[in-house]
Nanobody, 115 residues
Framework: QVQLVESGGGLVQPGGSLRLSCAAS????????MRWYRQAPGKQREWVAL???????IYADSVKGRFTISRDNAKKTVYLQMNSLKPEDTAVYSC?????????WGQGTQVTVSS
């Protein structure tokens, strides 16, 4: 019954910024970690960031210092603020929650970084 819906993707120039959102429903949410992943065409899915139930963030080296993950438990939403975007950041970004022994994924939102 858990559903995740991403939004906020789009086309942005190199060096630009974008903010992604992932809204959850049917989940207790606040007691679970949330994760962002991305997958570029022809490449494997890559873990991007994690935020614990207590709000502690962890980032992949490729985005550290440029991306910020945050969460609003009242809104059951996790965010990914992306700054200083590079063409190699182009991918479909998906959010994930591991809850009660099950992995749940959203449909993803496309981020394209191009001039």
């Amino acid at each position: 019954q858990v559903q995740l819906v991403e939004s906020g993707g789009g086309l942005v120039q190199p060096g630009g910024s974008l903010r992604l959102s992932c809204a959850a429903s049917g989940s207790i949410f606040s007691i679970y970690a949330m994760r962002w992943y991305r997958q570029a065409p022809g490449k494997q899915r890559e873990w991007v960031a994690l935020i614990s139930s207590g709000g502690m963030p962890i980032y992949a080296d490729s985005v550290k210092g440029r991306f910020t993950i945050s969460r609003d438990n009242a809104k059951k939403t996790v965010y990914l603020q992306m700054n200083s975007l590079k063409p190699e950041d182009t991918a479909v970004y998906s959010c994930n929650i591991f809850q009660d022994g099950h992995q749940y994924w959203g449909q993803g939102t496309q981020v394209t970084v191009s001039s």
